[in-house]
């Protein structure tokens, strides 16, 4: 069964880190460019940080310098460590492949980062 669960969100006042994980089941997760997305309310998911097959990462310009991605294929496990964190950052967290297929992987539970103070 193809799976994606996502953990380690929660509430945050204003410069503070998280570091999410993704723990990815049921697909060759190793051969696969892997993303994290985030979706505020009302607004689009959108795709925040990614990292390829062979460990090259890019991020949106919103999260340069703030957050980090990385994988460890032995535990099939993605993870996005968030530091300095913003109101702004506030969304639901999901990850994916990128490019994502619904057809092929749903999306997860996702999980929820707030920052406030």
């Known amino acids: 069964q193809v799976q994606l669960v996502e953990s380690g969100g929660g509430l945050v006042q204003p410069g503070g880190s998280l570091r999410l994980s993704c723990a990815a089941s049921?697909?060759?997760?190793?051969?696969?460019?892997m993303g994290w997305y985030r979706q505020a309310p009302g607004k689009q998911r959108e795709l925040v940080a990614r990292?390829?097959?062979?460990?090259?990462?890019n991020y949106a310009d919103s999260v340069k310098g703030r957050f980090t991605i990385s994988r460890d294929n032995a535990k099939n496990t993605v993870y996005l460590q968030m530091n300095s964190l913003k109101p702004e950052d506030t969304a639901v967290y999901y990850c994916?492949?990128?490019?994502?297929?619904?057809?092929?992987?749903?999306w997860g539970q996702g999980t929820q980062v707030t920052v406030s103070s």
């Open positions: 990292i390829t097959d062979g460990g090259r990462t």
């Open positions: 994916n492949t990128d490019p994502y297929d619904l057809q092929y992987i749903s």
């Open positions: 049921g697909f060759v997760f190793r051969i696969n460019d």
